[in-house]
């Protein structure tokens, strides 16, 4: 499923006008990475969510750009045909255009990057467009904002209101005129996220958001269910990955203190 020509930013544009679904996934280390590109993901967002899903941190806020970029040049080391993205941690272009080139511009020069992820709509269409007259793709991310999470009070769907739904759209269409060739939509009510994406002519790239999106992202930890008790409505489980880890844990400890392992055929 890899063969083929390497994903790039005009690709994903093709794949909207054609109709085609784009598959995103996050990853946070080569093995990972490798695997997920072998198997024809289209994206791999190397997310702040490694705050949650790698480095046991509560949330996103205190993950920072040396941390993102030890996670962004693992993966990219490892990838081949899939767009790599790294997601611009907080504040590391949150005090203006000048820190937002400088920190973007390591994720591809240093990290191996192809794109930048930010979070924002209108407020941050500034930024965006220095990035992208810099030669940084940029990849928006507007509904609920991880990295907001203070302000909004938790993880809550966005856009159920008119006039929330209505400043929804105002940031599609801002981060477009801005020059982003994409669009996350998080936990954003489906009939919204359906109009946002018949309006825009970037793909929007939903999670939690309905299922009419150009295409859809999962955090891999979610989607492997590494962490028996935490199941996002969004997130379907395609295996129960604890359990097993937990089984085959438990046999090698059993194993060293039974005296089992090592046996003479693994000495």
Not at 96 to 113: D, I, P, V, Y
Not at 118 to 147: K, Y
Request: hydrophobic share 40%.
């Amino acid at each position: 499923m890899s063969a083929g020509k390497p994903v790039t930013v005009p690709s994903l544009g093709r794949m909207k006008k054609e109709g085609r679904r784009i598959v995103v996934l996050t990853a946070y280390d080569s093995p990972s990475a490798r695997l997920m590109d072998e198997c024809g993901i289209d994206v791999l967002l190397v997310g702040d969510s490694v705050g949650n899903a790698v480095l046991g941190y509560e949330d996103t806020i205190p993950v920072t750009m040396e941390e993102m970029l030890h996670h962004v040049k693992a993966v990219a080391r490892a990838t081949r045909r899939a767009l790599v993205v790294a997601d611009m941690p907080f504040m590391s272009y949150q005090s203006g255009r000048k820190q937002a080139l400088e920190n973007a511009g390591r994720f591809l020069k240093e990290g191996g990057a192809r794109a930048v992820k930010l979070e924002g709509g209108a407020r941050v269409a500034e930024t965006v467009a220095s990035l992208v007259a810099a030669g940084i793709p940029v990849m928006g991310h507007i509904g609920m904002t991880p990295q907001s999470v203070n302000v909004t009070g938790g993880y809550v769907r966005q856009g159920v209101s008119p006039d929330a739904a209505a400043e929804l759209e105002e940031d599609a269409r801002a981060l477009e005129e801005a020059g982003a060739f994409a669009v996350v939509l998080e936990l954003v009510d489906p009939p919204v996220a359906a109009r946002i994406t018949q309006l825009l002519e970037i793909p929007t790239i939903g999670i939690g958001s309905g299922p009419h999106c150009d295409g859809q992202v999962l955090v891999m930890h979610d989607m492997l269910g590494m962490d028996a008790s935490f199941r996002p409505r969004h997130a379907k489980r395609y295996l129960e990955l604890h359990a097993l880890l937990r089984e085959a844990f438990t046999s090698y400890a059993e194993d060293v203190r039974g005296g089992r392992f090592p046996s003479e055929e693994h000495s």
